[in-house]
C-alpha cells in the first residue's frame, strides 16, 4: 500500500491513465436501476396520495397515523396543508397536504405534482407505472446480483475485508475533508463506499419484500406481514426505505461530485477511469 | 454571478422543469404508454399464481383484531334517496328488511337458483376474521358469516364452458353516457369462486350486514383488494367471458382503468 500520509496523490511527477472500472453488467444494471428507482419514487409517492397517512399495525387505526398530510379550506377558496409527525403539525401548503392541481388551482393532495408520477391525481395511473416499474427493478435486480456473483464483483469489490474494516476510522477522517486517492488506491471501492453500497443492496431488498407484503395474494401465501409487524406497518417501512434511498442518492450524489464529477460518471458509463501513475522514468520507489 | 445570467439560469431551470412536468402528463396520458405498462399485471398475475398455491388460505385473525371503525367505500348509502347509487327498488327493498329479496343463480348452470336471505341462512354457514386492503392503502377487520360461493355453485352445477363468475349489484355507482343508472359489477375466476374462503357474506361482525358494507349480500374473496368485494350482489351469473358487460373489463372499477387481477 502506497502512504496514507499524502494527500491521496502520489509524490513525483505523474501522468493519467485510463483504467478499466466497471464491467459492463454493472454499468448496465446501474443505469436501468436509477430510472426505475426515479419512476417508483414518483409513482409511488402518486399511489400515496391516495390516502396520505401511514400507520403501524396490520390494521388501519383512521385516528392514530403517525403521518398524514392533510389539506384544510381557509377563506378566499384557499387550502392549507397540514403534515403531521406524530403529535406534531406542521403547515405545509403548496408542497405537502395541498398545493396546485396541473390546473393551477389548489388541490388537496399529499405530495405535490412536480413529484408523482402521473402529476395529476390518479391512483390507478399511479399503480400502472409503479408495477412496470417494480418487475423491471426486480429482474434488473436479479441480474445484478447474479452477475455480481457469478463474476466475482460482489464478493471482490464489495464485501469489505478485515484490512478495510481496520481502515474505517482512517477513512471517515479523509472522507471529512474530501480527500480522496487518486493513485491506484482509487480503483478500489473503499470501506465506507462498500458500506453505503451494501447497505443501499439491503435497503432495497427489504423494500421489495414490504411491497409484496402489499400485496393480498402474496400474504395469503406467505403470512409476510410477520416480517413486518402488519400490513400497515409494511406500508410505513415501504414507504420509510424508499426516503432513505433518496438520502443515499443525495449522499451518492455529492460524493461523485467532490472527488471527479466527470472522471466518476465516465466510469459508469465507458467503464474507464483515470488514475494518476508515477512517471515510468522517475518512478521511484513507487509501486506501480 | 451575473444578476443576467442567474436570471437565465433559473429561467432555464424553470422552463425545463414546465417542460418535464407537461410532458410528464403528455406521456402518462398517452394510451400507447398505458398499454405497454399494464403489461406489468400480467406479471403481477403470474408471480401471483406461481408462487401462491390456488387452495392457499389468506390470514384469519382473532376477535381481538377486529376494527372498531371499518371504513365503507364506493356506494356506502343507496337506502338514502338523495344519494346517487340510491334506486326505488333497493330503498324498497330495504324498506321491507329484504323480505321480498331473491338472490339470482343464472347464466352458465344447470340450474339456475333463487334463493332468499333465509334459505342462504339454512345452508352451512363458514365464518372468518380477515383483513380487507383497500386499493388505496388502509386495512381493517371484520368477521364476515356467509356461504361458500362454491356449495352454492355446486347446487347451480357449472355448464363445462363456464369460466367466470360475474356478480351484479343493486347500487347505481355511476351512470351511463345516456343517463341511465350504471350498476356495479365485478367479476371472479373459478380458482377463487371455488376458493373456501370465498363467500357470499350475509353478517359482519355478528350483525346483519349492514347498509354500508352491502346489505343484504355482499362477496368477500379474500386473497384480492377491495374493489373486488362486491357489495349489495343481487345476481350471480356464470358466464365464458365477461367482456359483454361494461367497457368489457370484467368490472366496474376495471372498466375505469384497474386491474382485474387486483391480487396486489
Ligand atoms: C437511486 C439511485 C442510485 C442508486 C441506488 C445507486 C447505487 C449505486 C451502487 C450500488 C453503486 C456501486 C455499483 C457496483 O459497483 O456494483 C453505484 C456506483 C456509482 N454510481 Fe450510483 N446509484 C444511483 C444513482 C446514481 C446517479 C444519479 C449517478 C449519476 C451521477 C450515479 C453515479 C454513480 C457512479 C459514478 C458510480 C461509480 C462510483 C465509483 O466508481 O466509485 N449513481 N451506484
Given amino acids: 500500500m502506497a502512504d496514507h500520509s499524502s494527500n491521496g496523490g502520489a509524490a513525483g511527477p505523474t501522468h493519467k491513465v485510463l483504467v478499466p472500472r466497471h464491467k459492463l453488467a454493472t454499468r448496465i444494471t446501474h443505469w436501468i436501476n436509477v430510472v426505475a428507482f426515479v419512476m417508483l419514487l414518483l409513482s409511488g409517492l402518486a399511489i400515496f396520495n391516495a390516502h396520505p397517512a401511514l400507520y403501524w399495525g396490520q390494521k388501519t387505526d383512521f385516528d392514530h397515523p403517525w403521518l398524514a398530510m392533510t389539506a384544510t379550506p381557509a377563506p378566499g377558496g384557499k387550502l392549507v396543508g397540514h403534515t403531521k409527525v406524530g403529535g406534531a403539525d406542521f403547515v405545509t401548503t403548496g408542497v405537502l397536504g395541498a398545493s396546485p392541481g396541473v390546473d393551477g388551482k389548489p388541490q388537496a393532495r399529499g405530495f405535490p405534482k412536480w413529484l408523482t408520477m402521473p402529476p395529476y391525481k390518479a391512483l390507478v395511473d399511479g399503480r400502472h407505472w409503479h408495477f412496470f416499474f417494480a418487475w423491471l427493478l426486480v429482474l434488473n435486480g436479479l441480474a445484478y446480483l447474479a452477475f455480481g456473483f457469478w463474476n466475482g464483483h460482489l464478493p471482490k469489490d464489495l464485501w469489505p475485508t478485515r484490512q478495510d474494516l481496520k481502515e474505517i476510522p482512517h477513512e471517515i477522517v479523509t472522507h471529512a475533508k474530501l480527500q480522496f486517492p487518486k493513485d491506484e488506491r482509487a480503483t478500489r471501492y473503499n470501506v465506507l463506499q462498500k458500506m453505503a453500497y451494501g447497505g443501499v443492496i439491503l435497503a432495497f431488498i427489504v423494500l421489495i419484500l414490504a411491497g409484496l407484503t402489499l400485496s393480498p395474494r402474496l400474504d395469503a401465501g406467505f403470512h409476510l406481514p410477520d416480517l413486518f409487524f402488519g400490513r400497515q406497518s409494511a406500508r410505513s417501512i415501504h414507504f420509510i426505505l424508499a426516503w432513505a434511498i433518496v438520502a443515499f442518492l443525495a449522499l451518492h450524489l455529492f460524493m461523485v461530485v467532490a472527488s471527479g464529477t466527470w472522471n466518476n460518471i465516465r466510469s459508469m458509463i465507458t467503464g474507464r477511469y483515470a488514475i494518476e501513475v508515477p512517471e515510468t522514468s522517475e518512478g521511484g520507489d513507487h509501486e506501480a | ?264
Fill in chain 2, 1 to 264: 454571478m451575473k444578476p443576467e445570467r442567474r436570471g437565465f439560469l433559473s429561467g432555464l431551470v424553470l422552463s425545463t422543469s414546465a417542460l418535464v412536468l407537461a410532458g410528464c402528463n403528455k406521456i402518462a396520458n398517452s394510451s400507447a404508454v398505458d398499454h405497454v405498462l399494464t403489461s406489468a399485471e400480467a406479471f403481477n398475475r403470474r408471480m401471483g399464481h406461481f408462487f401462491v398455491r390456488p387452495k392457499s388460505l389468506a390470514r384469519e385473525y382473532s376477535r381481538a383484531d377486529i376494527s372498531r371503525f371499518f371504513k365503507p367505500n364506493g356506494s356506502i348509502a343507496p337506502d338514502n334517496p338523495a344519494d346517487a347509487s340510491s334506486t326505488p327498488a333497493y330503498r324498497a327493498h330495504v324498506a321491507s328488511n329484504f323480505a321480498d329479496w331473491r338472490l339470482v343463480i343464472d347464466g352458465l348452470v344447470e340450474h339456475p337458483q333463487t334463493l332468499s336471505i333465509a334459505d342462504l341462512k339454512a345452508m352451512p354457514a363458514k365464518a372468518q376474521i380477515t383483513r380487507h386492503d383497500c386499493v388505496e392503502g388502509w386495512s381493517s377487520i371484520a368477521e364476515w358469516r356467509g356461504v361458500q360461493l362454491a356449495r352454492l355453485l355446486q347446487k347451480a352445477q357449472l355448464k363445462p364452458n363456464a369460466k367466470y363468475i360475474v356478480f351484479h349489484c343493486a347500487d347505481a355507482i355511476d351512470k351511463n353516457d345516456d343517463g341511465s343508472p350504471l350498476f356495479y359489477y365485478e367479476s371472479i375466476d373459478l380458482e377463487d369462486a371455488f376458493h373456501p374462503q370465498t363467500i357470499l357474506a350475509y353478517a359482519m361482525n355478528g350483525q346483519p350486514l349492514p347498509v354500508p358494507h352491502g346489505a343484504p349480500l355482499r362477496l368477500r374473496v379474500e386473497r384480492q383488494l377491495g374493489y373486488k368485494q362486491a357489495k349489495y350482489v343481487m345476481r350471480v351469473e356464470a358466464v365464458d367471458s365477461y367482456k359483454r358487460y361494461g367497457q368489457g373489463k370484467g368490472g366496474y372499477w376495471e372498466d375505469n382503468g384497474y386491474e382485474w387481477y387486483a391480487g396486489i
